[in-house]
């Protein structure tokens, strides 16, 4: 639940800086500084693990294959704050577990029917999320005449998104934290993200200019909050399954739903809140 609490907490932080500096730039930095952070408790977090103590090539290159899932999926859920609404962006990303609940029945642990209806409510939650209305008072400052439909802005993206988080929370309550550790896990695919983010900004020709002074404070933010997240997620993963606790983190999407409501104003139509409470009534019931 601490996860939860941080990853929704970030996604707002992440709101605000997308929207000032870009998607590219925000991911950047904020993986920067996570990862400068981190390094600077990480004996106080257990140490470095197997990463430098003769561990061999495989913990590195599970780390890094998270990494660069973790990259992917992160940039396309900035992309979509960026462009989207996020109270419909952020509940949709947080449906990941559904496909981490699949993988982990596949690779062995048990799916019982209770999940398996909050798997189909989950997935007709996202249907109905990303079908969206014209909501009046809408917080995307986008014209509806240049960008019919906007208040669907965003929803690809998030669709990508859950998928690639799906995909890497499987992969390391799987592989990269058994073998890594809770804290050396997040270090690898912090070291790796900043590196693939750096390439792609290159690759798409996207501005690497440092944030001004004033947006420091948001990039900050995320990378602190988003850090830990991942810290108190791995933990997690080491004493319980890995489903249940996708599931538990994935409860970030209420935080930012309800953070959306307070600060942002954000106005979401009767569909679409059918469509969030469906998500979360599926994740609550994939955790039993």
């Not at 189909?120 to 939650?125: H, K, N, S, V, W």
């Not at 509806?144 to 998030?158: D, F, H, I, M, Y």
């Amino acid at each position: 639940m601490a996860t939860a609490l941080s990853w929704g907490s970030a996604d707002l932080f992440a709101r605000f800086a997308t929207r000032k500096i870009g998607t590219f730039r925000t991911m950047l930095y904020m993986q920067i500084c996570g990862f400068c952070l981190l390094t600077l408790v990480m004996r106080q977090l257990g140490g470095w693990g197997p990463l430098f103590a003769g561990g061999g090539w495989r913990p590195w290159a599970w780390g890094v294959a998270a990494g660069l899932l973790n990259t992917t999926a992160t940039l396309a859920l900035y992309r979509s704050f960026e462009i989207g609404k996020l109270s419909i962006v952020a509940p949709i990303s947080a449906s990941y577990p559904v496909l981490t609940m699949v993988l982990s029945a596949l690779t062995g642990e048990h799916l019982t029917l209770m999940r398996l209806v909050g798997l189909l409510l989950a997935i007709a939650g996202v249907v109905l999320v990303a079908r969206g209305e014209h909501v009046a008072g809408d917080a995307n400052p986008l014209d509806e005449t240049a960008r019919p439909g906007k208040s669907r802005l965003g929803v690809e993206w998030a669709l990508v998104s859950a998928i690639g988080f799906g995909v890497m929370f499987w992969l390391l309550g799987l592989r990269v934290v058994p073998m890594l550790g809770s804290a050396p896990s997040v270090w690898v695919i912090r070291l790796t993200s900043v590196m693939a983010t750096a390439a792609a900004i290159l690759m798409f020709r996207q501005s690497m200019a440092a944030p001004l002074r004033r947006d420091v404070p948001w990039i900050f933010g995320v990378g602190l909050l988003d850090t830990s997240a991942y810290v108190l997620n791995n933990f997690g993963m080491m004493r319980e399954q890995t489903s249940v606790v996708s599931v538990l983190a994935s409860l970030y999407g209420a935080v930012t739903v309800g953070l959306a409501a307070v600060f942002l104003r954000e106005s979401v139509s009767r569909v679409q809140w059918l469509g969030i409470a469906a998500i979360f009534v599926g994740i609550i019931l994939i955790s039993r």
